[in-house]
């Protein structure tokens, strides 16, 4: 047996190493962030928000096209997505418990490990090749391809947190067990579900590799679901590796409005939560 | 989730029957709920549906390197694609090697923070610090290559190497001259990648321990730190299991950031300072511009390569999660 | 939960009817796919073409060489791009119905870092060949200081840095090194990718040079284009003519000028000039090509394309050297004329014979 001393300094250093471990977490934050804005922030003005790509050595370029495209493209992703990803979830904490639910979990985390490029080579095969062109819309589907088993699997042990005497709570009540999984049930989890769509959104909203076969990219300012579209990613990936110095700039600034608008997303997304506990 | 509130009786001994049990136990069906579960059951055998179209393509697709290179394909280390020779080794070895340096770094640290968050941080402190970890996860893969090539590989190479070689440099996996791009540098940029995940997942379990179980470590005299120790992680261990494979699920798939830092070499090596390269990270830097069959062929086959690794992976894991949940009757349903 | 929901929902709507409402305006547009390295000039060309004629709008996307080659042969796109030329079997999958024309050139440059060295180095295809092939190991070899008289070359290991991803860049250096190197050819080959016998991967161009830059003793080798906007030394090669040559527009332009001299005027211009004669002619360079179909369906199309494509290798060509791609050699884009008027939707020629007179002599 260690002295009473002994197990309080013990206590403190571990204490203080937890400290140390969160500043070392969020040190590459703040790099990259300092990072992004010292050769980015320069570059975004009114020009960047308003107007699409210009011809390179033409001053006033910009990435309204790319932003644009982003913001349908990932919208497409949630749209098939998260109806999808929050309903295996809710089936597989309130009925996954047998062999079919373990397949879904199993299933889920497979899916979670295939290469983006991958499933962006399958959206090529089945939607963009039949269909003969380019399209937003495969590059959503195939978003949400990588969206779906995230959102599952994060949804599903939010639901599986609620304590049971929650439902039991409601089932007391004389709710149907279907109005208690989904208002009592999910509703408490909500918080949870809507982290982990942030989490799933803020990690599709950055992928290049499954749009590089499916949307495209595009220099052209188009919000046509069936023609090629640009995104953020592609266009930042695309401007990074050119060979221009005015394209590097526009690269860093488009890098670091990705950065903000995924942020931006998260914080929104925190207010909701915040207002909906204290509405709760 | 604190407005929860805790169920103070918590049974301590014996199995706690399981939500699906106990709604089984209810006789009560309502027309409504068979509507529910079958739609809920719709949505979910989506994705099968999806993985095995993947399979059949990725398998129709690799077919020409099956048949062409056989078992072989897995234990060669060539990959000539002008010759049309290919072997996967170094890419399957470098994929786990990169995720296992990126777990050993991370967990804990993830684990640290979790802990930091839920039991040790002052309350003002708690949502900041989480949320400014959670967007680490949010950053593009793209924009930690970029950093790591200009921050991160300078910073171990200049700083952190000149110091560390005295003392490591008898190991061999930190054997041989160091350029930079290598495997250390890869698994570094990816347990920063990691972290948030686990970070996050081992803070939602941590958090839904109930308070029960702190009060009765703490009234039993143990300090805060042995009470985390001894009741509160053994508590969630299953969850944070978890947590640890899904960070293991992102490492073994992640692609930019990881070609953009590791050096990008078919060579097997047990050097952490050495050029390795992942799955991943092969089929992105070569799928574009694959002009031959076969070399496309070949993609296909470590492509689903990666992905038996991710079922192998996950079947392991949940062997794991049920040896550890089996003894205990609680935190198994974090899972 | 409900309310954010419905809040995802709403946004996913109003992208759906933002889109619905912009209605196509009556434009013409055309999608093409392929080579990374022509991109910017491509890039510019387009968008230049689109404000001389708001109505087209032509979107060319880099997804790499053998991906635009696949996209064009499954007919997901109008035109695809490649770095190297499609291959006969490529050629037959797409019942032949494919033309190869040429659009700018490019230029791969030897780089390096070598400590205390700040002299521009020379190299003969053998001395590169050896030093990729991991033959050549230090720097102050004998087969290096013998061709570069009074550089205090250092007592260094050589780290070879070359790109990882698949890239036209490759091909081009891997290409001359075949032809200079039997010992290259035998064991290595040519290709967008290749076994590298030693050395660290770069991801594209910036990759490379980043690592050169960063490593002492590296020797890499970028896209000229890359080198002369990113102000990156390199080092002079010697052609076949026994010259020394340091790379640049007139160079490059001169090896085509030099390779398509006893050109066969029916040529498909799948040709390599790399190791070309010419007394001025840079030896790592290549023409990148547009590939189009011979035989088209639709007629607006195929006029729209074939009047971009004439304008991008003729007026367009004025833009090369601001972003320093070399210009087509005259000979060259005469003998792209003929082609681009035999492309036919129907069997009936789509260009006039007469069609681009006047116009010569911009």
């Given at each position: 047996m260690?002295?009473?001393?002994?197990?309080r300094?013990?206590?403190?250093?571990?204490?203080?190493?937890?400290?140390?471990?969160?500043a070392?977490?969020?040190?590459?934050?703040?790099?990259?962030?300092?990072?992004?804005?010292l050769?980015?922030?320069?570059?975004?003005?009114?020009?960047f928000?308003?107007k699409?790509?210009?011809p390179?050595?033409?001053?006033?370029?910009?990435?309204?096209?790319?932003?644009?495209?982003?913001?349908?493209?990932?919208g497409?992703?949630?749209?098939?997505?998260?109806?999808?990803?929050?309903?295996?979830?809710?089936?597989?904490?309130e009925?996954?418990?047998?062999?079919?639910?373990?397949?879904?979990?199993?299933?889920?985390?497979?899916?979670?490990?295939?290469?983006?490029?991958?499933i962006?080579?399958f959206?090529?095969t089945?939607?963009?090749?039949?269909?003969?062109?380019?399209?937003?819309l495969?590059g959503?589907?195939a978003?949400?391809?990588?969206?779906?088993?995230?959102?599952?699997?994060?949804?599903?042990?939010?639901?599986r947190?609620v304590?049971?005497?929650?439902?039991?709570?409601?089932?007391?009540?004389g709710?149907?067990?279907?109005?208690?999984?989904?208002?009592?049930v999910a509703?408490?989890?909500?918080?949870?579900?809507?982290?982990?769509c942030?989490?799933?959104?803020a990690?599709?909203?950055?992928?290049?590799?499954p749009?590089?076969?499916?949307?495209?990219?595009?220099?052209?300012?188009?919000?046509r679901?069936?023609?090629p579209?640009?995104?953020?990613?592609?266009q930042?990936?695309?401007?990074?590796?050119?060979?221009?110095?005015?394209?590097?700039?526009?690269?860093?600034?488009?890098?670091?409005?990705?950065?903000?608008l995924?942020?931006?997303?998260?914080?929104v997304?925190?207010?909701?939560?915040r207002?909906?506990?204290?509405?709760? | 989730?604190?407005?929860?509130?805790?169920?103070?009786?918590?049974?301590?001994?014996?199995?706690?029957?399981?939500?699906?049990?106990?709604?089984?136990?209810?006789?009560?069906?309502?027309?409504?709920?068979?509507v529910?579960r079958?739609?809920?059951?719709?949505?979910?055998?989506?994705?099968?549906?999806?993985?095995?179209?993947i399979?059949?393509?990725?398998?129709?697709?690799a077919?020409?390197?099956?048949?062409?290179?056989?078992?072989g394909f897995?234990?060669?280390?060539t990959?000539?694609?002008?010759?049309?020779?290919?072997?996967?080794?170094?890419?399957?070895?470098?994929?786990l090697?990169?995720?296992?340096?990126?777990?050993?770094?991370?967990?804990?640290?993830a684990?640290?923070?979790?802990?930091?968050?839920?039991?040790?941080?002052?309350?003002?402190?708690?949502?900041?610090?989480?949320?400014?970890?959670?967007?680490?996860a949010?950053v593009?893969?793209?924009?930690?290559?970029?950093?790591g090539?200009?921050?991160?590989?300078?910073?171990?190479r200049?700083h952190?190497?000149?110091?560390?070689?005295?003392?490591?440099?008898?190991?061999?996996?930190?054997?041989g001259?160091?350029?930079?791009?290598?495997?250390?540098?890869?698994?570094?940029?990816?347990?920063?990648?990691?972290?948030p995940?686990?970070a996050?997942?081992?803070?939602?379990?941590?958090?839904?321990?109930p308070p029960?179980?702190?009060e009765?470590?703490?009234?039993?005299?143990a300090?805060?730190?042995?009470?985390?120790?001894?009741?509160?992680l053994?508590?969630?261990?299953?969850?944070?299991?978890?947590?640890?494979?899904?960070?293991?699920?992102?490492?073994?798939?992640?692609?930019?950031?990881?070609?953009?830092?590791?050096?990008?070499r078919?060579?097997?090596?047990?050097?952490?300072?050495?050029?390795?390269?992942?799955?991943?990270?092969?089929?992105a830097?070569?799928?574009s511009?694959?002009v031959?069959?076969?070399?496309?062929?070949?993609?296909?086959l470590?492509?689903?390569?990666?992905?038996?690794?991710?079922i192998?992976?996950?079947?392991?894991?949940?062997?794991?999660?049920?040896r550890?949940?089996?003894?205990?009757?609680?935190?198994s349903?974090?899972? | 939960?409900?309310k954010?929901?419905?809040?995802?929902?709403?946004?996913?709507t109003?992208?759906?009817?933002l889109?619905?409402?912009?209605a196509?305006?009556?434009?013409?547009?055309?999608?093409?796919a392929?080579?990374?390295?022509?991109?910017?000039?491509?890039?510019?060309?387009?968008?230049?073409?689109?404000?001389?004629?708001?109505?087209?709008?032509?979107?060319?996307?880099?997804?790499?060489?053998?991906?635009?080659?696949?996209?064009?042969?499954?007919?997901?796109?109008?035109?695809?791009?490649s770095?190297?030329?499609?291959?006969d079997?490529?050629?037959?999958?797409?019942n032949?119905n494919?033309?190869?024309i040429?659009?700018?050139?490019?230029?791969?440059?030897?780089?390096?870092?070598i400590?205390?060295?700040?002299?521009?180095?020379?190299?003969?295809?053998?001395?590169?060949?050896g030093?990729?092939?991991?033959?050549?190991?230090?720097?102050?070899?004998?087969?290096i200081?013998g061709i570069?008289?009074?550089i205090?070359?250092?007592?260094?290991?050589?780290?070879?840095?070359?790109?990882?991803?698949?890239?036209?860049?490759?091909?081009?250096?891997?290409?001359?090194?075949?032809?200079v190197?039997?010992?290259?050819?035998?064991?290595?080959?040519?290709?967008?990718?290749v076994?590298?016998?030693?050395?660290?991967?770069?991801?594209g161009?910036?990759?490379?040079?980043?690592?050169v830059k960063?490593?002492?003793?590296?020797?890499?080798?970028?896209?000229l284009?890359?080198?002369?906007?990113?102000h990156?030394?390199?080092?002079?090669?010697?052609?076949?003519?026994?010259?020394?040559?340091q790379?640049?527009?007139?160079?490059?332009t001169?090896?085509?000028?030099?390779?398509?001299?006893?050109?066969d005027?029916?040529?498909?211009?799948?040709?390599s000039?790399?190791d070309p004669?010419?007394?001025?002619?840079?030896p790592i360079?290549?023409?990148t090509?547009?590939?189009?179909?011979?035989?088209?369906?639709?007629a607006?199309?195929?006029?729209?394309?074939?009047?971009?494509?004439?304008?991008?290798?003729?007026d367009?060509?004025?833009?090369?050297?601001?972003?320093?791609?070399?210009?087509?050699?005259?000979p060259?884009?005469?003998?792209?004329?003929?082609?681009?008027?035999?492309?036919?939707?129907?069997?009936?020629?789509v260009?006039?014979?007469?069609?681009?007179?006047?116009?010569?002599?911009?």
């Amino acid at each position: 047996m260690r002295g009473r001393t002994a197990r309080r300094l013990v206590g403190s250093a571990m204490t203080g190493v937890t400290y140390g471990a969160a500043a070392l977490a969020i040190l590459p934050l703040a790099a990259i962030l300092g990072m992004l804005i010292l050769k980015g922030a320069g570059s975004v003005d009114w020009n960047f928000f308003t107007k699409s790509a210009v011809p390179v050595g033409e001053p006033g370029g910009g990435f309204a096209h790319a932003i644009v495209g982003t913001l349908i493209i990932v919208g497409l992703a949630c749209a098939v997505g998260v109806p999808i990803g929050v309903a295996t979830g809710i089936f597989l904490a309130e009925f996954g418990g047998g062999r079919f639910g373990f397949t879904i979990r199993f299933v889920a985390d497979v899916l979670n490990g295939v290469p983006s490029i991958v499933i962006g080579i399958f959206a090529w095969t089945w939607l963009v090749k039949p269909m003969g062109h380019f399209s937003a819309l495969a590059g959503g589907c195939a978003l949400a391809v990588i969206l779906v088993p995230i959102l599952a699997r994060t949804t599903e042990e939010m639901v599986r947190l609620v304590p049971n005497s929650l439902r039991e709570a409601a089932l007391a009540l004389g709710y149907p067990r279907w109005r208690t999984s989904l208002q009592v049930v999910a509703r408490t989890a909500g918080a949870g579900i809507v982290t982990g769509c942030l989490v799933a959104v803020a990690r599709v909203a950055g992928e290049t590799a499954p749009l590089l076969f499916t949307a495209l990219g595009n220099e052209f300012f188009s919000t046509r679901l069936l023609g090629p579209m640009a995104a953020l990613p592609l266009q930042v990936y695309v401007y990074a590796v050119g060979p221009y110095d005015e394209w590097h700039r526009q690269a860093w600034a488009g890098a670091l409005v990705l950065i903000v608008l995924v942020l931006a997303l998260s914080l929104v997304a925190r207010a909701v939560v915040r207002a909906k506990r204290q509405h709760a | 989730m604190t407005d929860i509130p805790a169920t103070v009786l918590e049974p301590e001994a014996g199995p706690q029957p399981t939500a699906e049990e106990r709604w089984r136990a209810l006789k009560t069906v309502s027309p409504g709920d068979v509507v529910y579960r079958t739609v809920l059951t719709v949505f979910a055998l989506l994705l099968p549906l999806v993985l095995v179209t993947i399979a059949l393509e990725l398998g129709v697709n690799a077919w020409p390197a099956v048949s062409k290179f056989g078992f072989g394909f897995l234990t060669h280390s060539t990959w000539d694609p002008v010759r049309g020779e290919f072997g996967a080794l170094p890419l399957i070895v470098g994929t786990l090697y990169s995720s296992l340096v990126a777990l050993v770094i991370a967990v804990p640290l993830a684990l640290a923070c979790a802990i930091f968050l839920t039991e040790f941080a002052p309350r003002w402190l708690r949502a900041p610090v989480a949320t400014l970890i959670e967007l680490l996860a949010a950053v593009p893969s793209v924009i930690y290559g970029l950093w790591g090539i200009f921050v991160l590989i300078p910073l171990l190479r200049d700083h952190f190497w000149p110091v560390a070689r005295h003392a490591l440099s008898w190991l061999p996996i930190f054997s041989g001259v160091f350029y930079g791009p290598s495997v250390l540098a890869g698994g570094v940029i990816l347990s920063i990648m990691v972290l948030p995940y686990i970070a996050a997942v081992s803070r939602e379990v941590l958090l839904a321990v109930p308070p029960s179980q702190r009060e009765a470590g703490l009234a039993l005299g143990a300090t805060r730190w042995e009470t985390v120790w001894t009741v509160i992680l053994p508590y969630g261990r299953a969850g944070i299991i978890g947590a640890v494979i899904l960070g293991l699920g992102r490492a073994l798939g992640e692609t930019m950031a990881v070609t953009m830092v590791i050096g990008n070499r078919h060579e097997v090596s047990a050097s952490l300072l050495q050029p390795g390269y992942t799955i991943a990270a092969a089929i992105a830097n070569e799928f574009s511009e694959a002009v031959s069959d076969m070399h496309l062929s070949a993609l296909f086959l470590v492509g689903a390569v990666l992905f038996l690794i991710t079922i192998v992976v996950n079947a392991v894991a949940r062997v794991l999660v049920w040896r550890v949940a089996r003894g205990s009757a609680v935190g198994s349903t974090a899972i | 939960m409900t309310k954010t929901f419905a809040a995802l929902l709403a946004v996913a709507t109003g992208a759906v009817l933002l889109a619905g409402s912009a209605a196509a305006q009556g434009s013409i547009r055309l999608t093409g796919a392929g080579a990374t390295f022509p991109y910017p000039i491509y890039s510019k060309w387009m968008l230049e073409y689109h404000t001389q004629h708001p109505n087209v709008e032509i979107n060319y996307q880099s997804i790499g060489s053998g991906g635009g080659i696949r996209q064009f042969t499954d007919h997901t796109v109008d035109f695809g791009a490649s770095d190297g030329p499609m291959t006969d079997v490529q050629i037959q999958a797409v019942n032949g119905n494919v033309l190869h024309i040429p659009t700018v050139l490019g230029a791969d440059v030897p780089t390096y870092n070598i400590p205390g060295v700040t002299q521009q180095l020379r190299f003969t295809g053998d001395v590169l060949a050896g030093i990729f092939l991991g033959q050549i190991t230090k720097w102050n070899d004998s087969r290096i200081t013998g061709i570069n008289p009074g550089i205090p070359l250092p007592d260094q290991d050589i780290v070879v840095v070359h790109r990882s991803d698949g890239s036209g860049t490759t091909y081009i250096w891997t290409d001359y090194l075949t032809k200079v190197s039997p010992d290259w050819a035998q064991r290595v080959g040519k290709g967008t990718s290749v076994n590298w016998p030693v050395g660290l991967g770069g991801q594209g161009n910036p990759g490379v040079a980043s690592t050169v830059k960063q490593t002492p003793g590296a020797i890499g080798y970028v896209e000229l284009i890359y080198a002369v906007q990113n102000h990156i030394d390199y080092g002079l090669v010697r052609n076949k003519a026994g010259n020394y040559i340091q790379a640049s527009l007139e160079s490059a332009t001169r090896a085509a000028a030099g390779a398509v001299a006893t050109l066969d005027p029916n040529t498909d211009f799948r040709i390599s000039i790399t190791d070309p004669d010419g007394a001025q002619a840079y030896p790592i360079a290549s023409f990148t090509w547009l590939l189009i179909p011979k035989e088209m369906s639709d007629a607006t199309k195929a006029r729209t394309l074939l009047e971009f494509v004439w304008w991008a290798t003729h007026d367009g060509q004025q833009y090369n050297e601001g972003l320093s791609y070399a210009r087509l050699p005259e000979p060259v884009v005469r003998l792209e004329e003929q082609r681009l008027k035999s492309v036919t939707v129907n069997g009936k020629p789509v260009l006039p014979a007469n069609y681009g007179r006047g116009q010569r002599g911009r």
